[in-house]
């Protein structure tokens, strides 16, 4: 099936530092995708759409000027978080729709961020 | 608002015992139903359910939608520890490539 690959897998930072994830689509291209954010012993929360070539769409409540998504190419979103707190530590994972009609979603194998 | 709902949210068994999990939805614009294991990392794909009363089957695994019911379940036969994971619902919605995911069934096999 499809790959997608995020880099880092994990991150340690201090507090007030911007952090910035990675994520590739390796066999396919992807106009769209998603970041996710997943806390401890909860499911994913959609956090924003990451359109190539425009602007990301933010879910409600995430704050676009501390989560900037560039969708630079047709293979590379990134995620940068900006002055990180403790609270932002978290796994961000994120993923491409691909297949038929777009249906399946290929999920990255996550960044795990910890925020000192 | 759309809305995913697992039940339960945490569940231990026996190695050998039959399981079965469910996810209901209500959502403005469906499009389909998809089933994820999460075990360490990412999740993984294991089914996309679209039409209601066709079951999709993998090996131990087996899963149904019920689209006049709004839910899904999903099967695992003579389970074994490595089942133990947390296993996600989602439903893609028409219109828009995004997922609302359930909150996740945690199972855990003993041996």
């Known amino acids: 099936g499809a790959v997608v690959s995020q880099h880092p897998s994990r991150v340690i930072c201090k507090s007030g530092t911007s952090v910035k994830i990675e994520c590739r689509s390796l066999d396919f291209q992807a106009t769209t995708m998603f970041w996710y954010r997943q806390f401890p012993k909860q499911s994913l929360m959609l956090m924003a759409t990451?359109?190539?070539?425009?602007?990301?769409?933010?879910e409600q409540g995430v704050e676009k000027d501390k989560f900037l998504i560039n969708h630079a190419s047709l293979t590379l979103s990134t995620l940068t978080v900006t002055s990180a707190h403790p609270e932002d530590s978290s796994f961000y994972i994120c993923?491409?729709?691909?297949?038929?009609?777009?249906?399946?979603?290929?999920f990255g194998p996550g960044t795990r961020l910890t925020v000192l | 608002e759309d809305k995913v709902v697992q039940s339960p949210l945490s569940l231990v068994v026996h190695e050998g015992d039959t399981v079965t999990l469910n996810c209901s939805y209500e959502?403005?614009?469906?499009?389909?139903l998809l089933w994820y294991k999460q075990e360490k990392k990412a999740p993984t794909f294991l089914f996309m359910l679209?039409?209601?009363?066709i079951e999709k089957k993998s090996g131990r695994l087996s899963s149904i939608l019920d689209k006049k019911e709004l839910f899904s379940i999903l099967n695992i036969t003579a389970t074994q520890t490595g089942d133990s994971a947390i296993y996600l619902c989602?439903?893609?919605?028409?219109?828009?490539?995004?997922?609302?995911f359930g909150q996740g069934t945690r199972l855990t096999i003993n041996p």
């Open positions: 679209t039409s209601s009363g």
């Open positions: 993923s491409a729709p691909t297949g038929t009609g777009k249906n399946e979603q290929f």
């Open positions: 989602a439903v893609a919605l028409q219109g828009a490539q995004k997922l609302v």
């Open positions: 959502v403005t614009n469906f499009r389909s």
């Open positions: 990451s359109n190539e070539g425009s602007k990301a769409t933010y």
